[in-house]
Antibody
Framework: EVQVLESGGGLVQPGGSLRLSCAASGFTFNSNAMSWVRQAPGKGLEWVSIISGSGGSTYYADSVKGRFTISRDNSKNTLYLQLNSLRAEDTSVYYC??????????WGPGTTVTVSS | QSALTQPPSASGSPGQSVTISCTGTSSDVGGYNYVSWYQQHPGKAPKLMIYEVSKRPSGVPDRFSGSKSGNTASLTVSGLQAEDEADYYCSSYAGSNNFRIFGGGTKLTVL
């Protein structure tokens, strides 16, 4: 079964850091680009970042550029998102998703990040 | 980059058809055939319903269809069923600078 599963969310103070992980299984991980998407409480979806299958290309939403870093370890079938300089407005459920033809065809259940003092 | 524009709500009775619009610009929806649609039930992860404007992933009922004209994409749900009640989001590729943009979402109610 093709699936992805996020972990690493939690409560962090403003200005703090957190690293999210996404474990993938059931597909050839290094052949697929992967993305992070977030959803603030009661709000819509916001694309955060994407990384190519090799890890050589990355893109970020303007709202997180310079603060978040996407990476992957293809030997471990794992995607990461390093969140630095966190702000209250970063509070969201963070989803990991597999890319397919500029769409997101496999989503995890999400991990919750709360930024609060 | 502003979000794609979707109506906040839509509704229809069981068996009827409903269409949800998604308006962007020539830099996103109008410029590429990479519009996708997602269904999200409360407390659940989104699910891909349509990709590349009008293609359905395996397992998605053919009651769901997508189209595009100019800068506006549309999702049509035919033969509405109770389980179709959910939030629907459109998304588009927006070029290498912005990559992906989502719509604000439409809450579909089955009356």
């Amino acid at each position: 079964e093709v699936q992805v599963l996020e972990s690493g969310g939690g409560l962090v103070q403003p200005g703090g850091s957190l690293r999210l992980s996404c474990a993938a299984s059931g597909f050839t991980f290094n052949s697929n680009a992967m993305s992070w998407v977030r959803q603030a409480p009661g709000k819509g979806l916001e694309w955060v970042s994407i990384i190519s299958g090799s890890g050589g290309s990355t893109y970020y939403a303007d709202s997180v550029k310079g603060r978040f870093t996407i990476s992957r370890d293809n030997s471990k079938n794992t995607l990461y998102l390093q969140l630095n300089s966190l702000r209250a407005e970063d509070t969201s459920v963070y989803y990991c998703a597999k890319e397919r033809s500029y769409a997101l065809d496999v989503w995890g259940p999400g991990t919750t990040v709360t930024v609060s003092s | 980059q502003s979000a794609l524009t979707q109506p906040p709500s839509a509704s229809g009775s069981p068996g009827q058809s409903v269409t949800i619009s998604c308006t962007g610009t020539s830099s996103d929806v109008g410029g590429y055939n990479y519009v996708s649609w997602y269904q999200q039930h409360p407390g659940k992860a989104p699910k891909l319903m349509i990709y590349e404007v009008s293609k359905r992933p395996s397992g998605v009922p053919d009651r769901f269809s997508g189209s595009k004209s100019g800068n506006t994409a549309s999702l049509t749900v035919s033969g509405l069923q109770a389980e179709d009640e959910a939030d629907y989001y459109c998304s588009s590729y927006a070029g290498s600078n912005n990559f992906r943009i989502f719509g604000g979402g439409t809450k579909l109610t089955v009356l």
